[in-house]
């Protein structure tokens, strides 16, 4: 969970990193960028949160 969470951190600095970088500088491929990290870290997100969810519903017996 830590890694999860260290993970967060860091996508959400990238984010924040390439609009900063957009407003400095003007060129649309940070927001590019950016709108493609979101992307991929919201995929990856809802695919952790869906085997969590599956782990919680569906009990396997041993």
Do not use: C, T
């Not at 060129?27 to 952790?48: C, E, G, H, N, P």
């Not at 782990?55 to 396997?60: F, S, Y």
């Amino acid at each position: 969970m830590l890694i999860l969470r260290l993970l967060a951190v860091v996508v959400v600095i990238a984010v924040i990193g390439g609009i900063v970088a957009y407003l400095f500088s003007g060129d649309r491929k940070f927001v590019q960028f950016s709108w493609r990290v979101f992307r991929y870290a919201l995929f990856v997100a809802l695919l952790i949160f869906a085997l969590l969810v599956l782990e919680r519903v569906a009990v396997i017996p041993l």
